[in-house]
Every structure is written in structure tokens, then in C-alpha cells.
């Protein structure tokens, strides 16, 4: 059977494919190795709610994270395949928190910017309403308050907010949820 026809049981491994780009950064390995892979991931990402377009995108961004990477592989910890669609869930996860912080600012920013052209009611509902979103974050303990600006307002990761900090992942993203929650006590009437 001729090899270019993509047999699966004829083509190199994935962890072979990974360890040549790897050592020499090999063209041909991940030419294969995207052709292989790119469909299935992107079909990964459309399953786990990405549309077609972003999941196109994150496909090709996970398997140029793989080239980049290659050398932090190790099938001792896993297979290829694992590696791969858990840096693409890793993106899509990223993607989804970016989509949401910007969301949220927007929300919290629409408070702040007045038009001219709005009623007086609606300027002074506004203004009220961007009185107590400044009052409840003022509630907040000072360590909790520092990671919600640094994830609301500048847009970090939550890893970077940890490496930033010096602090674990998981105090972060605990401090994010307790201020998220006294916050949401505080304005449950607004919604």
C-alpha cells in the first residue's frame, strides 16, 4: 500500500512525529503529524462548544504549541495524543475565560461610560448602579481584590495572576470565587 495514501498502521507514530520535531525540528514530522491531528482536534473543540471558526484557530494554535514544545514531551507521562487534545483543551478553556472576562468588563464598563443622548432616569440609574459595583469591590478584602483586578481589569490568566503574585493556582481561583460571591450578595438586587 503506498504511504502517502495516510494508512494509519504505515505512518510513524505521534510520539516519534514529536520526537523528530523535537531534535531537529523537523518540517516533514509535523507536516504529518497536523495533517493527523488538526481534523480531530478541531472536531474535539466543536464537541466541547467552540464554533467551527475558533475551533479552526485553536486547532492550529494547539499544533504550533506542539512545535514549539515538542522538546517538554515525555511518553512516560502520556501518550501523544493525550498531550495534544489536552493543550487544545487547554486553549479552548482559555479562550472561554477570556470570552467571559471580557463579557463581565463590558457589563461592569457599560456602568462608566454615559451618553449624552440617554434619558436623565437611565444616567442616574446607571450611575447608581456603578456606585455600588465601586462600593462592593471596596467590601473586598484586599487579597481578593487584588485578583479580581488583575483578572477583571487587566484580563489575566488565572496562571499568571498566580506567577505574578507568588502565589498557588488554587488560592487565586479561591479568592476569585469568594470575591465573586460577597460581590454577587451584595448586588443580587441589580440583576
Do not use: C
Not at 55 to 65: N, P, S, V, W
Not at 71 to 94: M, Q, V
Not at 161 to 180: C, D, F, N, Q, Y
Amino acid at each position: 500500500m503506498d504511504q502517502s495514501s495516510g494508512n494509519a498502521l504505515t505512518d510513524p507514530p505521534p510520539e516519534l512525529l514529536i520526537a523528530r520535531i523535537a531534535k531537529s525540528q523537523d518540517k516533514t514530522a509535523f507536516a504529518a503529524l497536523f495533517d493527523a491531528y488538526a481534523p480531530r482536534v478541531k472536531y474535539f473543540l466543536i464537541r466541547n462548544g467552540a464554533n467551527s471558526e475558533s475551533a479552526e484557530e485553536l486547532a492550529q494554535e494547539a499544533l504550533l504549541m506542539v512545535w514549539r514544545k515538542a522538546k517538554y514531551f515525555s511518553a512516560e507521562r502520556g501518550t501523544a495524543s493525550a498531550w495534544i487534545f489536552t493543550i487544545a483543551r487547554n486553549l479552548r478553556i482559555d479562550e472561554a475565560r477570556r470570552d467571559k472576562r471580557a463579557r463581565l468588563y463590558a457589563m461592569v464598563s457599560e456602568f462608566d461610560e454615559v451618553d449624552p443622548a440617554d434619558r436623565p432616569d437611565d444616567l442616574v440609574s446607571a450611575a447608581e448602579h456603578a456606585k455600588r459595583v465601586r462600593s462592593a469591590m471596596k467590601e473586598l478584602p484586599d487579597d481578593q481584590l487584588e485578583v479580581v483586578k488583575w483578572s477583571f481589569v487587566e484580563g489575566a490568566a488565572h496562571g499568571e495572576i498566580a506567577e505574578r503574585l507568588g502565589l498557588p493556582l488554587g488560592t487565586v481561583k479561591s479568592r476569585l470565587r469568594l470575591a465573586m460571591r460577597r460581590m454577587r450578595n451584595s448586588l443580587e438586587d441589580l440583576a
